[in-house]
């Protein structure tokens, strides 16, 4: 029992998800006594692979506590989800007793380890001592780190202008350490839109990533009001490198940063796709036009067959005029999902922002609307969901063509 103390580091944040109200009663005094000083949320019912991000908090839980007993069936679903949400999460499975075949089943899953009914103290020593070894050194202090994938649906729905006006509102909001990194290698844009220009790109940070430390990362990084900006490249070459990880880029940011928006170029190939999976949250932008919806039903197909979960994608509507183009409710029955926000078209405050090299100023109609994307996601992480409309038969008619 002289380890509790720092088995306890383990966890900061966790989840309990059981619908078995006496499995509950068991546990949650050892949690208390073992975890002083820990934060444990629970939840009586399993969640649905949609809601399980912001049920979670946005990812932020390091332990989650799941029920096997219950409904086996449905919690090893709820468990490979878990898993996939790509954050620093180890679910340790509550089993009703030695069972092989599910224990078995449930580290395929990806279950980090087991409670057996009884729980004991003992158990539970032994259990959280094993996470704490799991555990990398280079966590430490990268567990609160956020990253936010901003996506475009397609080219000129805004997607970059939001995504650079993200980092300097969280940074006003009061994120200490924000990363706003350009990770399109073919048309970024952010030195343009922040008028700066450096001599190091992430192709740079890319290329050296085994002996990044703190020095050579200041001169990679360009600092702009607070929020520390890696660029893309400002040349293309004429054989450009081929990309496809950029956890190498990640994984020290993580190290360093509280907040990380990745202002990607597109949803497509693996480059894209690597920073959807290491996002926690990945914000798809599109405009309130036929052509970006359609581009925007395409996003949401492709990033469904490459094993991005729907629960972490956010939907923005951009640019959004009520009178112009299809209405809030509409796009998210057509597109199978709720609207996360609508920003209003605001063409004068965001051309003279972009002509000055500055933030959208908050008290804007755009930079109101901004301001309650990073409340809701700073806060609370998870979108509200919206009405929809039912006279859409001519519409989904459209949609279900692109299928």
């Not at 430390?213 to 400002?234: F, I, S």
């Not at 509507?317 to 409710?329: K, P």
């Not at 057509?334 to 209003?344: S, W």
Request: net charge neutral; with cysteine; charged share 20%.
């Amino acid at each position: 029992m002289q380890n509790r103390d720092s088995r306890a580091d383990v966890l900061r944040r966790g989840v309990v998800i059981s619908p078995n109200s006496r499995m509950v009663r068991e546990l949650a005094p050892l949690l208390e006594s073992h975890l002083v000083g820990s934060s444990i949320n629970f939840i009586n019912s399993y969640p649905s692979p949609r809601d399980i991000s912001s049920a979670l908090g946005g990812g932020s839980p390091q332990l989650v506590f799941l029920d096997l007993a219950s409904d086996p069936e449905r919690a090893l679903q709820l468990l490979g989800e878990i898993v996939r949400l790509g954050t620093p999460v180890q679910v340790l499975a509550l089993l009703p007793g030695n069972d092989p075949d599910l224990m078995l089943r449930c580290l395929r899953a990806g279950a980090a380890d087991f409670l057996l009914e009884p729980f004991t103290p003992d158990q539970l020593d032994t259990v959280l001592a094993k996470i704490a070894r799991m555990q990398p050194a280079s966590d430490k202090g990268a567990d609160n780190a956020r990253i936010i994938a901003v996506m475009p649906a397609k080219g000129a729905c805004g997607a970059t202008t939001i995504a650079c006006n993200l980092a300097f509102y969280w940074k006003r909001m009061g994120a200490n350490r924000v990363l706003l990194a350009d990770l399109d290698p073919l048309t970024g844009t952010l030195s343009f839109l922040l008028k700066i220009k450096s001599v190091f790109s992430f192709l740079d940070a890319l290329q050296r990533s085994h002996e990044l430390d703190a020095d050579l990362w200041r001169a990679m990084v360009t600092t702009v009001n607070g929020v520390d900006v890696l660029l893309a490249p400002e040349l293309i070459t004429e054989n450009p490198p081929e990309l496809n990880d950029p956890s190498p880029i990640l994984e020290y940011a993580r190290s360093t940063y509280d907040v990380i928006i990745l202002d990607a170029g597109n949803v497509y190939g693996d480059w894209n796709l690597n920073q959807a999976r290491a996002a926690q949250e990945v914000l798809l932008v599109t405009t309130n036009e036929l052509p970006a919806l359609q581009a925007a039903q395409r996003a949401l197909s492709y990033m469904d067959a490459n094993r991005v979960g729907r629960w972490k994608i956010r939907l923005l509507v951009n640019r959004y005029q009520r009178e112009i183009g299809l209405s809030r409710d509409v796009i998210g029955t057509a597109l199978h999902t709720d609207v996360f926000e609508a920003i209003p078209s605001d063409y004068e405050a965001v051309q003279k922002a972009l002509m000055e090299g500055k933030p959208v100023p908050a008290n804007t109609a755009f930079g109101k609307a901004l301001t309650q994307v990073v409340e809701r996601l700073g806060v609370r992480g998870g979108g509200e969901t919206e009405k929809k409309s039912s006279s859409l038969s001519g519409l989904l008619g459209l949609f279900s063509k692109t299928k």
